[in-house]
Nanobody
């Protein structure tokens, strides 16, 4: 599956931004999608993930973004979104979406083997 992120921009502290992760095929039966970010000089951080099955829909968040960011999906568009509110300077990073198997996600979460990655989109938060 190929993933393409979009929506990165320059935004002020306290502002909002919505990122999109468009998949090249229907993903929700087999995959979980997660958002990662990497700031200059820092390790890559898993921040939000979603797994959508026939009878369940689960989301996970890193503590750093909980209650500020929301991950959700539009099944018909094969797209996963990351709504980011109350942005902070520390949120400045390149944001990536990635796909892994739903089973892997269930057991390993952000430590799963993510086999498909997008190219990344830059989010810059200014004061």
């Amino acid at each position: 599956v190929q993933l393409v992120e979009s929506g990165g921009d320059l935004v002020q502290v306290g502002g909002s931004l919505r990122l999109s992760c468009a998949a090249s095929e229907f993903i929700f039966d087999d995959y979980a999608i997660a958002w990662f970010r990497q700031a200059p000089g820092k390790d890559r951080e898993g921040i939000a993930g979603i797994s959508i099955g026939a009878h369940e829909r689960s989301r996970n968040y890193a503590e750093s973004v909980r209650n500020r960011f929301t991950i959700f999906a539009d099944d018909a568009k094969n797209t996963v979104y990351l709504q980011m509110n109350k942005l902070k300077l520390d949120d400045t990073a390149v944001y990536y979406c990635a796909a892994t198997g739903r089973g892997s996600w269930y057991f390993q979460g952000f430590l799963s083997d993510f086999h498909s990655w997008g190219q990344g989109t830059q989010v810059t938060v200014s004061s």
